[in-house]
């Protein structure tokens, strides 16, 4: 069974900064990819970026795209995600989750992913 510990939230203005952490633990070996989400208030769960566990490649959301980065620890059991530039419209609850078959399911789907994070908050100021 593999379990997923995120930390890193917290408040700030706008125009700050925040990395997130997602520790895996268990079975993580056929992990193949990790995403990171997010769900405010009253709003569906959204795909914010994913990253492949063996290529590295990465998925980012549009109102995300160059001020999020996502990236491995050099275990690949830890995934960051390091936001800049925040804005009020960040905030939210964000999740980290993996998924072990991702071939053909899209990366900013909830459905796509086999475990999830209890979750931590940003809040974020204007």
């Known amino acids: 069974q593999i379990q997923l510990m995120e930390s890193g939230g917290g408040s700030l203005q706008t125009g700050g900064s925040l990395k997130l952490s997602c520790t895996a633990s268990?079975?993580?070996?056929?992990?193949?990819?990790m995403g990171w989400f997010r769900q405010a208030s009253g709003k569906e769960r959204e795909g914010v970026a994913a990253?492949?566990?063996?290529?590295?490649?990465?998925h980012y959301a549009d109102s995300v795209q160059g001020r999020f980065t996502i990236s491995l620890g050099d275990s690949r059991d830890t995934v960051y995600l390091q936001m800049n530039n925040l804005k009020p419209e960040d905030t939210a609850i964000y999740y980290c989750?993996?998924?072990?078959?991702?071939?053909?399911?899209?990366?900013?789907?909830?459905?796509?992913?086999?475990?999830w994070g209890q979750g931590t908050q940003v809040t974020v100021s204007s």
């Open positions: 268990g079975a993580t070996a056929t992990t193949r990819r």
């Open positions: 989750a993996g998924d072990h078959t991702p071939d053909g399911r899209e990366w900013n789907r909830s459905v796509s992913y086999d475990y």
């Open positions: 990253i492949w566990t063996g290529s590295y490649g990465t």
